[in-house]
């Protein structure tokens, strides 16, 4: 029998559980407890990396990862709870602009909405993003109730989130994904 120096040892006790786990592609899930619409319900969450720099726990009963198009700067997030005929869906892109200020972003999008819906709310207590300065507005059309949310991932970095889903399912579905988005990591 072969005998290994100490270092060499100690180096292959602390490869083997790396390497036992390096193709494990089991996700990592967790059951927490939300309050959607004044009730108590437990869902099962999986830690998401995002294409765009990020990461967070969604639940994936309600929101699927859609393939990404080529060139496209955005994740797109779809339910598969569709009321027919319409598009429950949370859209999350990554900007970046040099000398592009956070107050500059959100009067952009702010003055965006305005363009787009005729109205844009303001939302007030921002504070979903784990500590990253953050606005957010809501628009309503026809059809649709529309949130949008920016977060100020670092300097001239920015993170838009916007929650897309018809009137009927907007208290339902809108908590939902906020509740979600209240896990956002910027990496």
Known sequence: MRKYPAPVLLLFVLLIPLCLHAGDATPQTRQEIIQIEGMEETVTTTYTQGTKGYAMWIDTDYLVLQPEDEGSDIDV???PHVIP???CELLITRWSAWGYSFEQAIEDTRQNLMENYGNANTLENVDLFNGLRAGGFYSIDRKY???TYLAEAE???FYYFTIRCPHEAAEGFASRVIWMLRSFEHH
Do not use: D, M, N
């Open 145 to 147: 109730t529309l949130i």
């Open 155 to 157: 300097a001239e970095v």
């Open 77 to 79: 997030y779809v339910s």
């Open 85 to 87: 005929g319409f598009v």
